[in-house]
């Protein structure tokens, strides 16, 4: 069983920053797709960003030139790096973990709170 361990929420007022982190407990890390989803109190859960093993990128029109995903697999670490923060954004943002070997595998992280003031 994978463990992602998600830090890096806070309160931010609108216009301010934060950087994300999740951390994996296991090497998988690095043959994985790395994605972070949002979830807004009565919406569904939402894709943010995503990136694959081979550092393809996708991210939603609503975050586009705003947030920016990384990964360090020394570190078995995903981030994302959130500029031009709107109240919009405010949400329990997730991390998971994606792939195959032999069978498909998808972790997810405990959820880390984003509040962003106006």
């Known amino acids: 069983q994978v463990q992602l361990v998600e830090s890096g929420g806070g309160l931010v007022q609108a216009g301010g920053s934060l950087r994300l982190s999740c951390a994996a407990s296991?090497?998988?890390?690095?043959?994985?797709?790395l994605g972070w989803y949002r979830q807004a109190p009565g919406k569904q859960r939402e894709l943010v960003a995503a990136?694959?093993?081979?550092?393809?990128?996708n991210y939603s029109d609503s975050v586009k030139d705003r947030f920016t995903i990384s990964r360090d697999n020394a570190r078995n670490t995903v981030y994302l790096q959130m500029n031009g923060l709107k109240p919009e954004d405010t949400a329990v943002y997730y991390c998971?973990?994606?792939?195959?070997?032999?069978?498909?595998?998808?972790?997810w992280g405990q959820g880390t709170q984003v509040t962003v003031s106006s």
């Open positions: 998971n973990l994606h792939g195959r070997i032999l069978r498909w595998y998808d972790y």
């Open positions: 296991s090497s998988i890390f690095s043959i994985s797709t």
């Open positions: 990136m694959t093993s081979g550092g393809s990128t």
